[in-house]
């Protein structure tokens, strides 16, 4: 069988730059193992099967799979299918805001055309706080660091809208740079609990951050150019432990995959209410850059 497939770069105004994705167009068809086998072919941070929704209301039933697993959500896997469905006539009325489905239910998006063509936001799921971990020596080591490169004052703790990750903040860009992804390491650094995605990062200037995230056992990604799923709670967890200014309304760019020569810019927009540390609303945008166009062949049902 044959399906049409798009390969975008996501975060990121210039191509080959930013996070890579692979999306699968017409995929209803395929089958869950084949879908993986797909994904590990592709061999991209995620790559997305696009299918009929289960309701009217919304555009399209989008399953994300990275090399090694399917995933209920991500960012830029969302971010990066809003724009190939935009861009390809394939949302009912040309409508530039509209929801998918993913598999931690609805995902509002929505597009916005500027100089730079047309950027697309995705609408979080609402934010939860998780574990603080306390031996920060060992996460440390984990990614190659000493504690004294951790900010002594904040916590490494699990922050969540879908996908749990835990953020490390870091003194300086150098520590961010000199920081290693290794499966054996990050594993024993988790001890008897099972390990988590790190996002570690640092701040860089006037609402901006610099940062890199590792899944080597967990997503089966060494590390990833631009995660949209996890830039929403660092954004929220930056302001909550003071690192970025607190206001109603707060802007933020998060500048990842730098080091892996993928340089990618998430933007953030978070908003505040009475809870200073949850906001009521989480959004996470960028541009997305087409690269190849073509037929996926040879894929068994």
Do not use: C
């Not at 975060?11 to 395929?30: H, S, W």
């Not at 520590?175 to 499966?183: E, G, L, P, R, Y």
């Not at 990062?201 to 951050?209: A, E, H, M, N």
């Not at 590792?214 to 929403?232: K, N, R």
């Amino acid at each position: 069988m044959s399906y049409p497939i798009h390969i975008v770069d996501v975060f990121t105004d210039k191509a080959l730059a930013g996070n890579q994705l692979a999306v699968v167009l017409d995929a209803g068809d395929i089958a869950d193992d084949v879908m993986q086998r797909i994904a590990r072919e592709m061999n991209f941070s995620e790559t997305t099967f696009v299918m009929a929704p289960s309701r009217p209301d919304y555009a399209a039933r989008v399953r994300i799979f990275t090399p090694g697993k399917e995933l209920a959500f991500a960012g830029h896997p969302t971010v990066g299918t809003a724009w190939v469905l935009a861009t390809q006539g394939l949302v009912a009325n040309g409508d530039s805001e509209f929801t998918l489905e993913e598999g931690v239910g609805p995902v509002p998006v929505r597009g916005e055309s500027g100089a730079n063509g047309l950027t697309f936001w995705m609408t979080h799921p609402p934010l939860t706080y998780g574990d603080v971990i306390p031996d920060r020596a060992r996460i440390a080591e984990g990614i190659g660091l000493q504690e004294s490169d951790l900010v002594p004052d904040v916590p490494l703790q699990v922050a969540s809208t879908g996908n749990e990750f835990l953020y490390v903040a870091l003194k300086d860009a150098r520590a961010v740079d000199a920081a290693i992804s290794d499966k054996a390491r990050l594993t024993t650094a988790f001890g008897a609990r099972e390990a988590l995605p790190v996002f570690l990062f640092t701040v860089t200037g006037q609402s901006r951050l610099f940062s890199r995230m590792f899944a080597p056992g967990v997503f089966g990604i060494d590390e990833d150019p631009a995660t949209g799923s996890g830039s929403g709670p660092l954004g929220a967890f930056a302001v909550r432990y003071g690192l970025i200014p607190r206001a109603a309304n707060v802007v933020i760019t998060s500048e990842q995959g730098t080091k892996m020569r993928r340089q990618s810019f998430v933007h953030i927009r978070l908003a505040y209410g009475a809870d200073k540390d949850i906001p009521t609303r989480i959004e996470v945008g960028g541009g997305v850059k087409p690269v190849v166009t073509g037929i996926l062949v040879g894929a068994d049902r």
